[in-house]
């Protein structure tokens, strides 16, 4: 009998399963799949509401493992692994540490495919590079047997970058107000990518629904006052669409011609 297939995420907050990568997570998902997912923090830093109803990183960090559950439940993710790194400081993390402990659960769940951010981050969020250049290396380590790390070694497919286009980054910014944040008195804003380099093009529009389910589990991260969950809505569907992903590596196939499946050249 054939493998079944698995395709596993590894990010770095709470949501960032949702806003990125949840339309192609339930599509898969819906098409039976299984889905996996590796969050590397509770996301204890992230709070969107008034400031004076903060309720301090260790119970925000359970607020919002509760929110990714249940937001994982909206998309039908098979299994999160949270690493318990603090939100903000994933690139202080031990490297080796960090890389045995994505790596063993790679080799626990064998996935073919593996989705994470870009190098850049997608706009520069040091926790997103942090997460992709753990994620290279892990994927190295799994498939490595003189690695010491518990499980069998596992050779990873193919491997994703999440990238942000122009056209992705048009409908984003009429749903938020900006993307941007200040890094070592530096603003870092979204890396835009040229059409050319997606070389897969993921249409989840049919699950935009299931994502906005998943968007509303993240309730501490929706601002409570104005009419975000109104604009996300109408533009749920053109995001859900625009799965963009550049392939980093391939085991299994290769060339320009533009796949709309993560799963192509895998038998
Ligand atoms: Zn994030």
């Known amino acids: ?28 998902a819906a098409e039976g799949v299984e ?12 709070w969107h509401r008034d400031p004076s109803d903060n309720p301090g990183m260790d119970a925000l960090g359970q607020i919002r493992e509760k929110e990714l559950r249940t937001a994982a439940e909206c998309l039908n993710i098979g299994d999160i692994c949270l690493l318990d790194y603090i939100d903000g400081d994933l690139d202080q993390a031990d ?29 520069g969020h040091p926790d997103h590079i942090a997460i992709s250049q753990f994620t290279s290396a892990a994927l190295v380590a799994a498939a490595d047997t003189s690695f010491p790390i518990p499980h069998p070694p596992h050779r990873v497919s193919k491997l994703y970058y999440h990238i942000v286009t122009q056209e992705l980054v048009d409908v984003y910014l009429s749903v938020f107000d900006d993307i941007v944040m200040m890094v070592d008195g530096v603003e870092r804003r ?21 994502v906005m389910k998943a968007v509303k589990c993240h309730q501490t991260q929706i601002p ?17 669409r625009m799965q963009h992903y550049m392939r980093v590596y391939s085991l299994v196939n290769g060339g320009r011609e533009p796949e709309d499946d993560l799963f192509a050249g895998i038998t």
Request: proline share 7%; hydrophobic share 45%; with cysteine.
């Open 190 to 210: 979204a890396v835009i990518w040229p059409d050319w380099a997606v070389t897969t093009r993921i249409d989840g529009s049919d699950y935009a629904e299931d």
């Open 224 to 240: 409570a006052d104005d009419g975000f969950l109104a604009r996300l809505s109408e533009n749920a569907v053109a995001l859900c």
């Open 35 to 46: 889905t996996y997912l590796i969050t590397a923090t509770r996301g204890e830093r992230g």
């Open 95 to 123: 490297p080796p540490e960090a890389i045995a402990r994505i790596a063993a659960y790679v080799r626990q769940v064998r996935p073919q495919v593996v989705l994470t951010f870009a190098p850049d981050g997608a706009y």
């Open 1 to 28: 009998m054939a493998e079944p297939l698995r395709l596993m995420c590894i990010l770095a907050h709470p949501d960032d399963e949702t806003l990125g990568f949840g339309a192609t997570l339930a599509k898969y």
